[in-house]
């Protein structure tokens, strides 16, 4: 049985074109997946928490020198990598903003990023621990970065693939929408749907 979570990150409730896409995605999903099980993280309502100095003495320190709050701060960072590795499948909606991702995003990627958990050393380098999940990113941006003149700006298509590698998920497709006029939102949803059915053959 297949497991799948969905996180949102845009603040529009329904105006937001990476909800309503990453909705469509998750239900065409179970349509696939009669027997298959969703999580869901807004976070956006659930704010992760940033990096904190409790965290980082937390993540480091041998279980008998945990305070109180070092260890609620690593506890609560465990649980949100619990759900990553629960999943088969990741579908993160995360709009552009400031040419990469929201602040909310981007601390839930520094909440599971996390050493001897979901990435460790050893002597050939870096090596991702969460292998065999497939991400996809529903992404959405206010100008059309398919245009050669915008891609040097783009550090969210990038920074993404890197760092979900980084912890071993390296199969990452990306849905987007770029730049729709209010009169090519629909039109945007209809090409998102057609996306969306070529992911889920090849699932
Ligand atoms: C705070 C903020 C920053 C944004 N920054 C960018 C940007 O750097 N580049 C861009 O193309 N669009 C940018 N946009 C436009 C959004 O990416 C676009 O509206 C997208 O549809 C938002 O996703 P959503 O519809 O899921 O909320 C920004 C929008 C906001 C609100």
């Known amino acids: 049985m297949s497991h799948l979570l969905h996180i949102d990150s845009s603040p529009r409730g329904t105006d937001s074109l990476t ?4 909705a469509r995605y998750v239900a065409a999903w179970r349509r696939q997946n009669p027997g298959g099980t969703v999580a869901y993280r807004d976070v956006t309502e659930d704010v992760p928490d940033f990096v904190s100095a409790d965290w980082v003495t937390g993540v480091f320190a041998p279980a ?3 305070t109180p709050r070092t260890k609620a701060a690593v506890d609560a960072s465990a649980a949100l990598i619990t759900e990553v590795e629960d999943a088969d499948v990741l579908v993160l909606g995360v709009p552009m903003y400031n040419f990469s991702v929201p602040a909310t995003f981007k601390a839930w990627i520094d909440q599971i990023c996390m050493a001897g958990r979901t990435f460790a050393y050893d002597e ?4 991702g621990l969460l292998a065999g999940k497939k991400a996809v990113i529903v992404r959405a941006s206010g100008s059309d970065f398919t245009n050669p003149a915008f891609a040097a700006m783009d550090f969210h ?6 760092v979900l590698g980084f912890i071993g998920i390296t199969d990452v497709e990306f849905i987007s929408v770029n730049g729709p006029a209010p009169e090519q939102v629909e039109s945007g949803l209809i090409e998102a749907d057609r996306a969306i059915a ?5 699932l």
Do not use: D, V
């Open 64 to 66: 008998e020198h945990h």
């Open 198 to 202: 070529a992911s889920l053959k090849a």
């Open 157 to 162: 298509a990038p920074y993404l693939r890197g």
């Open 19 to 22: 909800r309503q896409i990453g």
């Open 124 to 127: 050939n380098g870096p090596r």
